[in-house]
């Protein structure tokens, strides 16, 4: 692949999207990843059981033996995360991870964040409702989820940030290494704690499949660290993506009593917090034509395959009349995001209680300030933009 114009450093976004209309799949030499970009291949990947999670990895060169055995107690660590395991540990997993979310526990997610959001103050002002209201609403609802005390939830992903700090291979630093195992350790202990004393219906889970050994300690603090690390943040982002269309110039469309449910998804393609799906080949394949070897990386890049004009018309305009394709920021197939419905149901409770409690009224179009990297879109706040007030939503 020969590329020029903007680069997968400077420009993350627009150079997948200028790949996706230049090439679909290609390979890039730097990264000795294949990237799948288009709707269709990404759609039809997720579900394809020649394409693992666990993918292979090398530890840098030039580490001092002690700093190698961090290196791996770390990168094995992340390696247990179930989006990054294959079956048929992953598929234990997932039916420990199950009774976080049923029906009923949902209910009780959903009916936290909207007390939340009842219990504040309805004069805050826009430009700090996000941090105000809506954040501490969405840290609510993960607290009720994981029967956490919000302290002891901010120190399990305080942990689970240390861990992440490590970063990519090609720019390992030995004193994040080390930080990351420290932080690695603590996380163990704080879920033996758990284990050891079940407070709710999840960690009983945990700690029975513990004393029967089908699971052990390193596996449970994966499925913590994945939680507390992957839900906050890529809700806020989404939730940032829908205010910012409800306050911006299609707002005055959206009416909250009919297209609610479409709004929250329009909002969840566009935001796509997570844009990759990393994936290894469990066996040589052929994509467009291109002879794929077994063991290669190979990246699913969710963010272009739903801004792909080929099946999202007119892609980057909030619309509440699509048909067709459904976006993939949840994933697809094995690794299918497991918060998936709860998400859609909390972003619409959020929505409906800013609402009743007046606080969508008279706004001014809201603009998140936003955190893009290669690989996710987070949102860093929402702020007040032009000060003209616009139509509310219905
Ligand atoms: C807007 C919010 C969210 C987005 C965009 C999102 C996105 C994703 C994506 C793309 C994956 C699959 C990654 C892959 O295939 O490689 C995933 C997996 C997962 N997500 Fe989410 N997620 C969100 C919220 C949540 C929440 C709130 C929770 C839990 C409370 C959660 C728990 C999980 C878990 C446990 C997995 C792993 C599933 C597996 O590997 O089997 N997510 N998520």
Redesign the pocket.
């Known amino acids: 692949m020969t590329q020029t114009g903007p680069s997968r450093q400077s420009a993350p976004l627009q150079w997948l999207r200028e790949l996706r209309e230049s090439h679909g799949v290609a390979w890039d030499e730097s990264m000795n990843t294949w990237y799948v970009t288009r709707y269709d291949d990404v759609y039809a990947l997720?579900n394809d059981p020649r394409l693992g999670?666990q993918v292979e990895t090398y530890c840098p060169p030039g580490l001092s033996e002690r700093q190698r055995r961090t290196y791996w107690r770390v990168t094995n660590f992340v390696d247990l995360?179930?989006?990054?395991?294959d079956p048929p540990r992953?598929s234990g997993?997932?039916r420990l991870?199950l009774p976080?979310?049923t029906p009923a526990v949902i209910r009780q997610v959903v009916a936290a964040v909207a007390g939340s959001v009842a219990a504040s103050s309805t004069t805050v002002p826009a430009d700090r409702m996000f941090a105000a209201v809506v954040r501490p609403a969405l840290t609510a609802g993960?607290c009720r989820?994981l029967d956490e005390p919000e302290e002891a939830l901010a120190e399990l992903a305080d942990c689970a940030a240390r861990i992440l700090a490590i970063g990519a291979i090609e720019s390992y630093d030995p004193e994040s290494g080390l930080r990351a195992e420290q932080a690695m350790d603590e996380l163990v202990g704080l879920v033996a704690e758990r284990c050891a004393t079940p407070r709710s219906a999840f960690t009983s889970t945990l700690s029975r499949a513990v004393s029967e050994e089908r699971l052990n300690l390193l596996d449970a603090a994966a499925?913590y660290a994945?939680?507390v690390s992957?839900?906050?943040e890529?809700?806020a982002?989404?939730v940032a993506r829908l205010l910012e269309a409800l306050t911006g110039p299609q707002g005055a469309a959206i009416d909250l009593a009919e297209d609610l449910d479409e709004a929250v998804d329009e909002a969840?393609r566009l935001?796509?917090?997570?844009h990759?799906?990393?994936?290894r080949a469990l066996t040589d394949l052929t994509l467009h034509g291109h002879a794929v070897r077994a063991e290669s990386r190979v990246v699913?890049v969710?963010v272009t395959a739903n801004s792909d004009p080929r099946r999202f018309p007119d892609p980057f305009t909030f619309r509440v009349d699509r048909t067709g394709a459904r976006h993939?920021?949840?994933?697809?197939?094995?690794?299918?995001?497991?918060?998936?419905v709860?998400?859609r149901h909390?972003?619409r409770e959020m929505i409906l209680e800013l609402n009743a409690q007046g606080l969508l009224r008279d706004l001014p179009p809201l603009e998140p300030v936003w955190n893009v990297e290669f690989g996710s879109r987070f949102v860093y706040d929402v702020v007040a933009g032009a000060s003209s007030t616009t139509p509310r939503p219905r």
């Open positions: 997720l999670a995360w179930p989006v990054f395991s992953h997993m997932r991870l976080l979310f993960l989820l499925m994945q939680i992957g839900a906050l890529p809700a982002t989404a969840l935001a796509t917090p997570f990759l799906a990393t994936r699913l969710l993939v920021a949840f994933g697809r197939g094995r690794h299918a995001c497991l918060g998936a709860l998400t909390v972003m």
